[in-house]
């Protein structure tokens, strides 16, 4: 069966360095992956979205890849702010609209 | 806009009683899904409505966990006889029809059996 795979360890980082999360997958390629962020107590908030035939995505200091080969997304926050510390989360969707989600990784950004 | 709605935010019960956990979609969303989270755990997928189509009961855990969506807009989930084990935030997500992929989360109903 499919699994997807996120760092279960915390990512500390000093402010103004770039934080980068790695989410990998077994078996088939997703046709999407998202990430979504997380903060405590809250509901995931969507962030972006890439398709299988995308390599890179850009939303303001966001960058996701995805790498078929590797099987593996990443996902960047540049100039990250102590405000970009939760937890992140991503999910892939293959044959249906039913996403699997990984467990998240926390990032945590010093000031 | 506003965003997805749940209510209650917060609901601890007894052992042996039903609860009915609300959702209430982003306005026009045709997809709306349910999930369970347990401490340091992943999102559950318990079940999901499209439109006016059969919805995907595939992730209940078990014949104790219905819901509902009436009139394509709001959905209720109910759990029957509820277990300790029952014990989770149980959070609810919609989507439009022209971005499919991607979901928007309501805050989450803490739910607590004692």
């Known amino acids: 069966s499919q699994k997807i795979e996120q760092n279960s360890e915390a990512l500390n980082i000093q402010e103004g360095k770039t934080a980068t999360l790695t989410c990998n997958y077994t078996n088939y390629s997703p046709a999407y992956l998202q990430w979504y962020r997380q903060d405590p107590g809250r509901g995931p908030v969507f962030l972006l979205l890439?398709?299988?035939?995308?390599k890179e995505k850009r939303k303001e200091r966001l960058k996701v890849t995805f790498d078929t080969t590797l099987k593996q997304s990443l996902f960047h926050i540049t100039a990250s702010q102590p405000a970009d510390s939760a937890t992140y989360l991503c999910a892939f969707s293959g044959g249906s609209y039913i996403p699997t989600f990984g467990r998240g990784t926390s990032l945590i950004v010093h000031p | 806009g506003a965003g997805v709605s749940q209510s209650p935010s917060n609901k601890v019960t007894e052992k042996g009683k039903d609860v009915e956990l609300r959702c209430d979609p982003i306005?026009?969303?045709?997809?709306l899904y349910w999930y369970r989270q347990s401490l340091g755990q992943g999102l559950e997928f318990l079940i999901y409505f499209q439109g006016n189509s059969a919805p995907d009961k595939s992730g209940l855990p078990s014949d104790r966990f219905s819901a509902e969506r009436t009139g394509g807009s709001v959905s209720t989930l109910t759990i029957q006889r509820t277990q300790q084990e029952d014990s989770a935030v149980y959070l609810c997500a919609s989507s439009p029809r022209t971005a499919t992929y991607e979901q928007y989360f309501g805050p989450g109903t803490r739910l607590t059996v004692t």
């Open positions: 890439i398709r299988e035939n995308e």
């Open positions: 306005s026009g969303h045709t997809a």
